[in-house]
């Protein structure tokens, strides 16, 4: 699950690069701000789902 977390944040990241890629450094910057700003998110996520999953 995690993985795939992790995936769709570098994909984010590499959306705000394209978004913001009027030049590599602000594309660069909103890599980086996105990847910070979607990390503590996806991971709280992650722990919800896996508390909500079924025990065994």
Same mark, same amino acid.
């Given at each position: 699950m995690?993985?795939?977390?992790?995936?769709?944040?570098?994909?984010? #990241?590499?959306?705000? +690069?394209?978004? %913001?890629?009027?030049?590599? =450094? @602000?594309?660069? #910057?909103?890599?980086? +701000?996105?990847? %910070?700003?979607?990390?503590? =998110? @996806?991971?709280?996520?992650?722990?919800?789902?896996l508390?909500?999953?079924?025990?065994?």
């Amino acid at each position: 699950m995690l993985p795939y977390i992790l995936w769709a944040i570098y994909i984010a #990241g590499a959306l705000g +690069v394209g978004w %913001l890629g009027r030049s590599t =450094l @602000a594309g660069f #910057g909103g890599c980086l +701000v996105l990847s %910070l700003l979607f990390t503590p =998110l @996806a991971v709280l996520l992650a722990l919800v789902l896996l508390q909500r999953r079924p025990a065994r």
